[in-house]
């Protein structure tokens, strides 16, 4: 099951029951520098980072997100500090 490697919450019935979703890392380098920070600030190791490294919602501000019909869209926004 794919977790979110801040927090470690799992992608299941109970996170999607929450409303909560995973994000993948941005490919773009400015933006995935922002994410490296704020995993320096949460002590992990951005070197761990795999192409499969998942972020929950639950480290993002609301307005990062865009609201679609059937998922939320993250937008090319920071992490809330
Ligand atoms: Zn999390």
Request: hydrophobic share 35%; glycine share 2%.
């Amino acid at each position: 099951m794919p977790s979110c490697i801040i927090c470690g919450r799992t992608k299941n019935q109970t996170s999607k029951a929450a409303n909560i979703s995973f994000h993948m890392f941005p490919k773009d380098e400015s933006d995935k520098i922002k994410w490296n920070n704020f995993l320096i600030k949460n002590f992990l190791n951005p070197e761990n980072v795999t192409i499969s490294s998942l972020v929950c919602s639950l480290h993002f501000d609301k307005s990062c997100f865009i609201l679609n019909k059937s998922r939320k869209l993250l937008k090319r926004q920071p992490l809330h500090p």
